[in-house]
Every structure is written in structure tokens, then in C-alpha cells.
């Protein structure tokens, strides 16, 4: 009866989202809420194990990767409140072919930075379709842009979705040599920054390629300003440099972050462009992101706490057992799920609530977790683009001015799909793409056993909780 509520509940986290309008946060805690009081009703037991909470709490929150959160928040407010936006834009007019690649450049440069897909979308929409409007460019055709540039932060390393994912896929991949007894060296966030490098260098090639081929031949390109250029050209290479570099493993994501937000602060203070009120707006949006995913962060572990203390997360691993075709039947089966999960959540709320719960049993049969890690990805970044139900077009429909009809952004957004689709199937088919510039022999080094030990002392609740059944060959 137990492991049948915790599925109610993970049901309810959409359905309450939709219902109540309220934020995914606090349908997360209400339920989580809901879930503990009936499980000390049937087993007055399992109250003692909601003790782990704290701890839980605490392990998670000593986390040095979160302190890059609200640098890299920063950062995206900085560059959407400063009109760096529409100077980059204007600047890459000539070197990507006009609007249109511009518009993709921008998207995989703001991207990173901005967060979740939603304010991705607000973002881009607000700063740059008055562009393309200027540049006749089509109402659909700019949704298809616009919608295809917000979902570019899920793939571009090191956006905070990769970085919360690679932190995620640690606690994954830990329980699951826990539960196999399996020797293995555990993935880390680095791991899904290398491996998600060439799948989103193809995809962001092939659009560029697209939007290069839709230009109109023969019309004049406005030319930026000396100023501007300069200022394209430094904001790019400073971003680009500090983004590369974390990709590469020469800086961590705290000290790149930390040095793109002094860096950006310094330049709007030299630029005479930040002034107080603008300087209070930005702080103003960083605290309400930031907020918003601490908000999320706890009300997740809460939640995944509870889920676990009914058992559910036993039995989906069960389930999952049981899927046909093997480890890669097992894997199809969880990225369904969170590719629908995706029409209604944000890449955030599904690293945080569905990862937990369903990459543990998938990594107890599928060995390669960096493969996992950037398939992971391309599912939730395929969502987020297909209509009529995809996350992104929904939100860049509703954020634009100018109205398009759903048909006709379905048609100038169906090339885009077809590229993440191939880039997608690639990836399954070559494993190696993941792997880029890692050497075979990598995968099979043994794990750290600091690393195993700070993984598993962040891992709460206690063993017993965490008795997943390892596969049966």
C-alpha cells in the first residue's frame, strides 16, 4: 500500500503543477507532506527515518557546486538587463548570416547562464523579437528561432543544467555500485560536461547551418559600430573562454563562474551602463532564481525522502527490471518517461525529482553513465522542442508579441527536430560521441575513495532505505 502512495504522489507533481498554478516547489513539499502523514498512519515506524531529513539537508547544502548557482544566475541577469543582448545580436548579423544565425548564436552564449528553459525563452523572446521583426523575419519562423535557442542551454557545457545533472548523475551512478557490488569509476560533472561537448557542438553546427541556408541572399546586413564590435568581441571571448575552459577541466564551475560575474559587474562599471536601479533590478532577479531553485532543491530532497521511506522507488526499480530488450530496454523505458514528463516540467524538476528516482536502476544495467548523462539531455531538449506539447514552444509562444499560428511554427520548427533526432539516434548508435577525447581505458578506472565516501554519506536515508534489489541476469 505504501509504495502505492509515493506513485500517487509522483503522479500528483504534474497534475498538481497544472491544477493549482502554484509553483512546482511547493506542490513538491505539500505532497511530500501528504505522502509522511500516511506513512506514519500505516507504519508508525517509518516516522523514526524522517530523522534523515536534516542530515540530508545539511549534506546536500555543503555542496560546493551550489555556490556556483548564483554566479552563473548573475551572470544571465547581467547580460539580460545590460543591452549586451541586442549588441551581440547586432554583431553577429554579418559573421552567421543574418538574423536567424544570430538569434541561434545568441541562444548558445546567453544560454548557459540563464537557468531553466522557461526563463530562457522569456529572456530571448523580450530581447531579441523585436529584431527579428525588423529583419522581416516571420512570426513563426521567429518562434521556431526562438524556441530552438532557448533549449540550447540544456546541451551547451557548462550550463546549470549540465552542472546540476553531473551532480545528480553522481548520487545516481554511487547507489548504483553500491546496490551491484560493481567496480567502476563513479561519472562526475566534468564527465557529462566532455560528453555532452560534441553531441551539442553537431546539433548547434547543423542549426547554424539551417538558419545560414534560410537567409536572404544579396540583402545588406546592418554593420555594428566600432564600440560594439569591441564589445562583441571581448564579451564573447571572455564568456566563451571562461565556458571552454570549464568544459576542458582547466577551471572548476565555481571559480568560472566566479570570475565571469566580477568580470561582467567590472565591464558594465567601466561602460557607465550599470547604473543603481539597474544594478538592483539584476541582484533583484538573482535572488528570486536562486531562491526559486534552493526552493526546489529542498523541496526535491524532501520529496525523494519520502518516496523512498514508502518504498516506491523499490518498486519502480522492479518495474523497470522487468522492461524486455535487456539494459538498452531498461534505458528506453526511463527516457520515455522523462521525455513526457518534460511536456510539463522543467529540466530542473526533473533532475531533481525523476533522476533520483529513475537513473539508479537504469545505471544498475547500463554501465556507461557519461552515455546515460548526454542521452539524458537529448531526451529532455527533444521535449522541449516537439509540438505541439514541448515546454519551450509553449513558453516562447506565450512570451511573444507577435502571434503565430501553432501550424506554422510546427512547420519552421520541424527541420530543427529532425537535426536533434539525428544528432539523438547518433548518439545511441555511437556511444563514442559521448566520449570525446577520453580514452577507452577511462571507464574502467577505479572510483575515488574520497569521492565514494562523501557520496555516500550525502546519501540519506540510511542503507536500508536504499535496498535496491541488483539486477537478475
Not at 536562486?290 to 522492479?318: H, K, N, Q
Request: proline share 7%.
Amino acid at each position: 500500500m505504501n509504495q502505492w502512495i509515493g506513485l500517487a504522489m509522483l503522479a500528483g507533481v504534474a497534475l498538481g503543477a497544472i491544477a493549482t498554478g502554484l509553483p512546482v516547489w511547493g506542490v513538491l513539499i505539500g505532497l511530500a507532506t501528504i505522502g509522511a502523514a500516511a506513512s506514519t498512519v500505516l507504519d508508525p515506524s517509518s516516522a523514526a527515518l524522517f530523522a534523515a531529513l536534516p542530515s540530508r539537508l545539511v549534506g546536500l547544502l555543503e555542496s560546493d557546486l551550489l555556490q556556483a548557482l548564483p554566479l552563473f544566475v548573475f551572470m544571465g541577469a547581467l547580460l539580460n538587463r545590460l543591452p549586451l543582448a541586442r549588441i551581440l545580436f547586432r554583431a553577429g548579423l554579418r559573421p552567421f548570416g543574418g538574423a536567424r544565425g544570430a538569434t541561434l548564436a545568441l541562444g548558445a552564449i546567453l544560454g548557459p547562464m540563464n537557468g531553466s528553459v522557461s526563463a530562457n525563452a522569456i529572456a530571448l523572446t523580450r530581447a531579441i523579437e523585436p529584431a527579428l521583426a525588423e529583419h522581416e523575419v516571420t512570426p513563426a519562423e521567429s518562434v521556431a528561432l526562438l524556441t530552438v535557442a532557448s533549449t540550447l542551454g540544456v546541451l551547451v557545457p557548462p550550463s546549470l543544467v549540465l552542472i546540476l545533472l553531473g551532480d545528480a548523475m553522481m548520487t545516481a551512478h554511487t547507489i548504483a555500485l553500491n546496490a551491484t557490488g560493481r567496480v567502476d569509476r563513479i561519472v562526475n560533472t566534468q564527465d557529462v560536461f566532455r560528453g555532452a561537448m560534441l553531441p551539442a557542438g553537431l546539433f548547434l553546427a547543423a542549426c547554424l547551418a539551417l538558419a545560414f541556408l534560410r537567409r536572404e541572399p544579396g540583402k545588406r546586413l546592418p554593420a555594428p559600430t566600432l564600440k560594439e564590435a569591441l564589445l562583441a568581441l571581448v564579451t564573447v571571448g571572455f564568456i566563451g573562454g571562461l565556458l571552454l575552459g570549464v568544459a576542458l577541466g582547466y577551471f572548476y564551475a565555481v571559480e568560472a563562474a566566479a570570475m565571469g560575474a566580477v568580470g561582467l559587474l567590472g565591464a558594465g562599471l567601466l561602460s557607465r551602463r550599470l547604473d543603481g536601479a539597474t544594478l538592483k533590478a539584476v541582484l533583484d532577479d538573482t535572488l528570486a532564481m536562486t531562491g526559486a531553485l534552493m526552493a526546489l532543491l529542498v523541496a526535491a530532497t524532501t520529496f525523494t525522502l519520502v518516496f523512498r521511506v514508502l518504498g516506491s522507488d523499490r518498486l519502480v526499480a522492479s518495474w523497470m527490471e522487468a522492461v524486455p530488450g535487456g539494459p538498452l530496454g531498461i534505458l528506453c523505458a526511463g527516457l520515455i518517461l522523462i521525455f513526457i514528463a518534460a511536456f510539463v516540467l522543467d529540466a530542473f524538476e526533473i533532475i531533481f525529482v525523476l533522476v533520483p528516482i529513475l537513473l539508479p536502476p537504469i545505471l544498475m544495467r547500463v554501465e556507461d553513465a557519461q552515455w546515460v548523462a548526454v542521452l539524458t539531455l537529448l531526451v529532455l531538449q527533444t521535449s522541449f522542442l516537439l509540438p505541439p506539447l514541448g515546454y519551450a514552444l509553449t513558453m516562447t509562444r506565450a512570451a511573444a508579441s507577435r502571434r503565430a499560428p501553432l501550424r506554422a511554427a510546427m512547420a519552421s520548427l520541424a527541420p530543427f527536430i529532425l537535426v536533434q533526432l539525428f544528432v539523438t539516434a547518433a548518439v545511441v548508435c555511437w556511444p563514442r560521441l559521448a566520449h570525446l577525447g577520453q580514452p577507452p581505458a577511462a571507464a574502467v578506472a577505479a572510483p575515488s575513495e574520497a569521492d565514494a565516501a562523501r557520496r555516500l554519506h550525502d546519501i540519506t536515508p540510511p542503507a536500508d532505505l536504499l535496498e535496491i534489489a541488483p539486477p537478475k541476469f
